[in-house]
């Protein structure tokens, strides 16, 4: 029987909130009895929750009075905790894709796939809607100057000009950081987003997860297709404090587990450039394929759970994996400024980057979140998209030499998602739905989907048999809220989408500025070549504009040469007559003068092989 | 008599053969329209500590110095080509999307530097000041620069996206001005000029309500004298001279970038506009 996974958990002193799903549900804290749940609204109710489609983001205020989600609908909902009660129900302008709650409860912060973020009341006013509702409403009307219309009056507060992963408030409230797909890491003034504060940039990937520490508001964690955590101080001059470069990690047995890897993935690339042609089915057949793929892994090594997404029109199929390697220490190298400078630091990524080239492995950071254990210190906590582990570092207090070594713990199920709860503890909630490779008689311990993991000198570990048992809430999560799911219910739940959506596949043969001179344009480097085997030669009678694909490069390209060439020949010609006229100061601007010529003769060989090239 | 023709038969060769140096736009040329909001394959650096301006202006290594003038969108390079002999001690940079526009003017600068390379070390080199990159000014203008590090901000004749669903891809929107107002520093003018009324409604209106910016008049530049910078946005630039050929009307807005005001507690409604 298929299950819908837990995909969050809220722990709140006295109650807690778990969503599955398109349903949410409310449990007691300590006694883990199920209180509320939508599962059991009536059938009306019921068809309007499911018609809203599974709950992508969702947030509960500090008191635990409300809790704010939105599905596939583009439709805000303010749930009353206690009973479950739906109290509004509004239209974003977009799909969110992080929505917090200030820490008055009075007003909900929601960024969206646009890169806007709006702001709007908790509690909706419903005169107060209706009468603006006229003026405002979702088309767009002529005459109407805003370019950043919201049907719903929420108030822009900031926006990116790419999709708006994350954002966090700090603790006073004062700032918001906010995050996007084109690596960028913005504090803004709240609520006044316009004031930009600084930008916190570095990342050479999207960053997906953003982090304040509680015990260090000061210092933010950034994270996201770079296999690499980075440590800023965000209040002062950004500078980057720590790189954490995230270790490869997995099992210890295999020597060809590597080869057989190198094999599956091989498999799926073949499957994956397939899937591309036919990017116009949709991505119901990309799915389709995504799961044969999957199938495949499950006959190849024991001992590797593998979640295998595929994006439309990547060429590359994307894993989320975990593997181990025993030398990740020694492989990294990295880099720390203690100085508030923003001074490069480079990281070796080590056996991940060389595997991300080779493996075409995705990384995509879920969340970060930070745990002051008592008596054991100060760690980093993080998951990823797709992958069965949950890893931990020490948190650095000081600017060190060196950066904190990556743990993980090995959950063996994709972690969907994680909480931090009182007294160190971490629920982690995983997909039991993803079939393991492995072997494995199905026992009670491998069928949860939602493991307790503590703190053991300074190490995590999960929590088993006996001592699970005292809490009674990790039994109820596993047990009664479990929820039933069809098949297609599981499919659109497309948990892993963040792997294909989030990273930019800009393929230079692909790019769209590119495609319209794809007739017209050569290689950097094929024109040179042709151009100096032609030099002397007329053009070709039959070349013209748009056949360049056979046959030589167009009358284009060679009127360019041409000109180059002649532009070239001019600065040689000066340069000679520099060199001529020049002795004593002569001699040192023509000197300077020289090198200013190479640079720009180096400049313009080089930059119409750069410019050419992109 | 002789002697003065063959003057002038020498002056006309050596303008021909400065005329052949410099690029032909036929051989650039490209479509109008860019999807700003496409990842392109765009090179960028990774923060503007990572930028090596050195390449572009080899001839100020030394100085340190970083761009001030920034043209976003600056299409075939008219406007700082007129600037660059104007304020030969301040760099200036155009950004353009077009692959193949900002191609042409970078032989164009290229060309310009060789054609006008004079032998006196006394004044800087011309047009060594002016350069180009190719850029997606709406996604990475704070990639090349660092906080408050422009004095100009030019936005010359931009692309009106008339439909109403492209509005939000118009060079001026309220979330963009939030990052052209960190590029700027308190005190520096943003220039926009327009052929096309509606646009520049447009822009006046959500740079006057933007808190960040105030509009100044064009009498009060001139008075400061940044009269010659209007001038050249007013007519050195392609589409300029096109809209004069064409008897249109063009519209100048200019704005200068001030210091925010800390507003603490409730939340402000004026970003939205209704």
Known sequence: MSVFPHSRLFLGPSKSVLISGPHIQVLDTHTGNLLHSTATLDGLETAKLLKSGPVRCSTVDRGFTYVVTSGEDKKLKVWEVDGLKLLSERELPKKPTEIRVTQDGQTIVVSDKFGDIFSYPLHLDPSLERTESEGNTGTTKRGTLASHENPSNGTLILGHTSLLTSFVLTSDEQFVISADRDEHVRVS?????????????????????????????????????????????????????????????????????????????????????????????????????????????????????????????????????????????????????????????????????????????????????????????????????????????????????????????????????????????????????????????????????????SWLDGKLVEVHGAESKTFSLLTSLNTTCVLPATASDLKTLDLYSALSSLPKNVDPEHDPMRRENQNQNLDAFEIESVASSRAGTPIPGGSKKGKAKSGGPTQRELARMKNKKAVLAKMQEQEQAKMKVGDGAGAELGGVTDEERENKKARAADSEGSVQAL | MVKRKRVQDARQRQQQQEQNLLPQKRHYRQRAHANPFSDHALEYPASPSAMDWSSHYPAFVSTGKTPEFADVGCGFGGLLIALAPMFPDTLMLGMEIRVQVSQYVQDRIIALRTTSAISNAASPEPYQNVSIVRANAMKFMPNYFPKHSLSSLFFLFPDPHFKARKHKARIISPTLLAEYAYVLRPGGIVYTITDVHDLHEWMKSHLAAFPLFEPVAEEDLRAQGKGPIIDAVYSSTEEGKKVERNNGQKWLACFMRIEPRRILGRLNTHLHQE
Request: glycine residues 12%; aromatic residues 6%.
């Open chain 1, 189 to 453: 003034w709240f609520p006044q987003g316009y004031v930009i504060e600084r930008y916190c940039l570095g990342h050479e990937k999207f960053v997906s997860a953003i982090h304040v520490p509680s015990f260090a508001p000061s210092q933010l964690v950034t994270g996201g297709g770079d296999p690499v955590l980075k440590l800023w101080d965000w209040m002062s001059e950004p500078f980057i404090v720590v790189k954490a470069p995230i270790s490869r990690y997995g099992r210890s047995d295999d020597d060809d587990g590597d080869d057989g890897e190198q094999e599956k993935v091989e498999k799926i690339g073949r499957r994956g450039r397939k899937g591309r042609g036919k990017k116009a089915k949709g991505k119901g057949k990309n799915e389709g394929v995504g799961e044969e793929a999957m199938q495949e892994q499950e006959q190849g090594e024991a001992g590797q759970s593998m979640v295998s997404a595929e994006g439309e029109g990547t060429e590359d199929v994307v894993m989320g994996d975990v593997e181990s390697e025993a030398q990740v220490e020694s492989e990294r190298v990295t880099q720390v400024q203690a100085e508030a400078q923003e001074a490069e630091a480079t990281t070796v990524e080590g056996a991940l980057g060389e595997a991300a080239e080779k493996d075409k492995l995705v990384f995509a950071l879920r969340r970060i979140d930070s745990a002051d254990v008592h008596g054991q210190g100060q760690f980093l906590v993080f998951s990823a998209v797709g992958a069965t582990a949950l890893f931990f570092c020490v948190f650095p207090s000081s600017p060190q030499t060196k950066p904190p070594v990556v743990q993980s713990l090995d959950l063996k199920k994709p972690v969907l998602d994680f909480t931090v709860g009182a007294g160190g503890h971490i629920w982690v909630l995983v997909d039991d739905e993803r079939p393991s490779t492995s072997e494995r008689p199905t026992g009670e311990s491998d069928e949860r989907a939602v493991r307790l993991v």
